[in-house]
């Protein structure tokens, strides 16, 4: 699988599924969570509420992922995956890493080709941004995906890109 770092917004990638950072309501939030709910319509929101109804009544599991239609996104999917709250006393990370492992799975099970993912947890959850690029990379490089060839790393603001390009960087 091929990964590619993309500085932009997850919202404009054209894509078989973009990857929602999202809360474990399912209901639309804040960041990616509420960028993603405003452009993609109410068909997202829509069967956010009946997974919750159905299958999530206490809400989606932290690193857990399920996919809904993409609405109005340029996308057929959008893929919601709960990322963890950073934590100094407590190692997460392993959360982390299942939000992008089972986001790919998900992925594999639809069918999908390309994939699109924002930085998890690295917003209003605290994950320090060149930890959260470390977690995402680890994660990425050590999938099998059957379906999925490319997996891009979208990431918000010039900062942010350069310390992923950074990162990435073998030496």
């Known amino acids: 699988m091929e990964i590619v770092l993309v500085r932009g917004d997850i919202t404009a990638e054209r894509v078989d599924a973009i990857v929602n950072a999202a809360n474990s309501s399912l209901l639309g939030g804040g960041g990616v969570d509420g960028a993603i709910h405003r452009r993609g319509g109410p068909a997202i929101l829509a069967e956010c509420r009946a ?61 999908a080709t390309s994939v699109a993912f924002p930085l998890i947890s690295a917003g209003v959850y605290g994950w320090p941004v060149d930890d959260a690029v470390r977690q995402a990379l680890t994660a990425l490089r050590a999938a099998r995906p059957a379906t999925v060839e490319q997996a891009r790393l979208v990431l918000f603001g010039a900062d942010t890109y350069a310390t992923a390009e950074r990162i990435s960087t073998p030496g």
């Open 51 to 111: 997974l919750r109804a159905d299958r999530y009544g206490r809400g989606l599991p932290t690193g857990q992922a399920v996919a809904t239609t993409a609405g109005e996104l340029p996308a057929r999917w959008v893929i919601h995956t709960v990322g963890p709250v950073w934590s100094a006393d407590e190692d997460r990370s392993a959360l982390l890493r299942d939000c992008y492992t089972n986001s790919l799975g998900v992925a594999d099970d639809l069918g």
